[in-house]
């Protein structure tokens, strides 16, 4: 699997494979912070599969919360997405703490065309 998330309960730390997806043309959640847990999210990585130029969105919404401008981290007000060219790989990268809960939305302008892979560690609270 492509996503690596660490997790951490009563001081001893896991590790576990989360399998990797192709973005659908609808926002769909990719992952959730665990119960009791809070996560830093380390990287986002987005990969055009097509010969055409695709576009991307993705959101880091807090729990019970919904996708919009406030929560998007890649992608723009205008327009609200990220261009991938043909073969290319982006990598995004940050050091964003988020509390149980909490979820990663991502969508692309054609289902199937990009490939993405998240990087997380999770810690017990």
């Known amino acids: 699997g ?8 009563a001081d001893t730390a896991k590790y ?5 997806a192709l ?6 959640t990719l992952y959730t912070v665990g119960a009791s847990k809070q996560a830093t999210l380390i990287e986002v990585a ?9 576009l991307a969105t993705v959101h880091i919404i807090p729990s019970g919360g919904a996708a919009g401008d406030s929560n998007m ?5 205008a327009g609200g997405q990220s261009i ?13 703490m988020r509390a149980a809960g909490a979820f990663i939305q991502a969508k692309a302008d054609s ?5 993405q892979k998240i990087s997380a560690l999770d810690e017990a609270v």
């Open 2 to 9: 492509w996503i690596g998330v660490v997790e951490q309960d």
């Open 16 to 20: 576990r494979n989360v399998d990797a």
């Open 23 to 28: 973005l659908t043309a609808s926002l769909a």
């Open 46 to 54: 987005l990969h055009n599969i097509d010969t055409a130029d695709r």
């Open 73 to 77: 981290v890649i992608g723009g007000a």
């Open 84 to 96: 991938i060219k043909p073969g290319e790989t982006q990598i995004h990268l940050f050091n964003l």
């Open 111 to 115: 289902a199937s065309k990009v490939v």
